[in-house]
């Protein structure tokens, strides 16, 4: 049982590496089109909500891995 908790943290924090990944590619794409300053503000703005989701996420898996080790 205790490894299912570790599997599941574990794909928790992947899924939260890619959104965290997907949030950077999504920036790294707004500076490259040489956007004005308030656009590109308007673009991180849009992003920072499923940053911090994508960072709750990873978090979140990480706990659920180190509770199925500790506790397994």
């Known amino acids: 049982m205790f ?3 570790v599997w599941a943290g574990a794909a928790l924090s992947i899924a939260g590496l890619l ?3 997907w949030c950077i590619v999504r920036v790294a794409r707004a500076r490259r089109q040489k956007l004005d300053d ?3 503000r308007a673009v991180v703005q849009s992003v ?3 940053n911090l989701g994508a960072l709750l996420l990873s978090v979140l898996g990480l706990m659920l ?3 199925g080790i500790f506790l397994g």
């Open 3 to 5: 490894e299912l908790i």
């Open 48 to 50: 920072l909500p499923y």
């Open 38 to 40: 308030e656009s590109l």
């Open 65 to 67: 891995v180190m509770t």
């Open 19 to 21: 959104g965290l990944v």
